[in-house]
C-alpha cells in the first residue's frame, strides 16, 4: 500500500514534468517590417544632428547632410515619402541644442500630407506618426508654418 507522503511526491513529480513542457514547443520567429518611411527619417534626423555637431552649426540644405549618411544612400531618394509620394518638409537651420529650450523639441522633418489621416514626424531623433489632431497641435520651429 502506498503511503501519503509516496503519493504526495508522486504527484508533485508528474505536475513538475508536465510543467516542465508547457510553452516549450517552437515557434516560428515573427517578422517586423519597419516602415521604409521610418527608416528615411531616422537617418535625416541623425545626419540633421551629426552636421549640427560637426560643423558647429544645424544644416541649410539637403547637400550640408551628405557627409553624415553612408556613400551608398541617396539623398534625395530618402528625403521622398512612400506614403504621399512628395518630398518631405525639411525645416534648415534649427539647432537642436537649443531648441527644446522652450518646452519640448519641435518637428523639423515632416510628411507633407501622410496616409490615411496620419503623418510620419521627426523631432531629430524620435520620429512618430501624427494623427491631423496631433500634427496641428504640435511645436514646431519658431518662424515655420506647416502646411496643413
Given amino acids: 500500500m502506498l503511503s ?3 503519493i504526495w511526491f508522486g504527484a508533485c513529480a508528474a ?3 508536465g510543467l516542465m513542457f508547457v510553452g516549450c514547443g ?3 520567429p515573427v517578422a517586423v517590417a519597419i516602415p521604409q518611411t521610418y527608416n528615411n527619417m531616422k537617418t535625416l534626423g541623425a545626419a540633421y544632428i551629426q552636421a549640427t555637431q560637426k560643423n558647429n552649426r544645424p544644416p541649410q ?3 550640408d547632410l551628405r557627409p553624415f549618411v553612408h556613400p551608398s544612400i541617396n539623398l534625395e531618394q530618402i528625403a521622398h515619402s512612400e506614403n504621399d509620394n512628395q518630398d518631405f518638409v525639411i525645416v534648415w537651420g534649427v ?4 531648441a527644446g529650450q522652450q518646452g519640448g523639441m519641435p518637428i523639423v522633418i515632416y510628411e507633407r500630407t501622410g496616409l490615411n489621416g496620419e503623418r510620419y514626424v521627426c523631432q531629430f531623433n ?8 496631433q500634427f496641428k497641435a504640435a511645436k ?7 502646411s496643413l
Avoid: M
Avoid at 539647432?95 to 537649443?98: A, Q, V, Y
Avoid at 514646431?140 to 506647416?146: K, R, S
Fill in 26 to 28: 517552437e515557434s516560428e
Fill in 4 to 6: 501519503f507522503p509516496k
Fill in 95 to 98: 539647432d537642436f541644442r537649443t
Fill in 126 to 133: 524620435d520620429v512618430q506618426i501624427f494623427n491631423e489632431e
Fill in 61 to 63: 540644405k539637403l547637400e
Fill in 140 to 146: 514646431f520651429p519658431d518662424g515655420h508654418t506647416p
Fill in 15 to 17: 505536475a513538475l514534468c
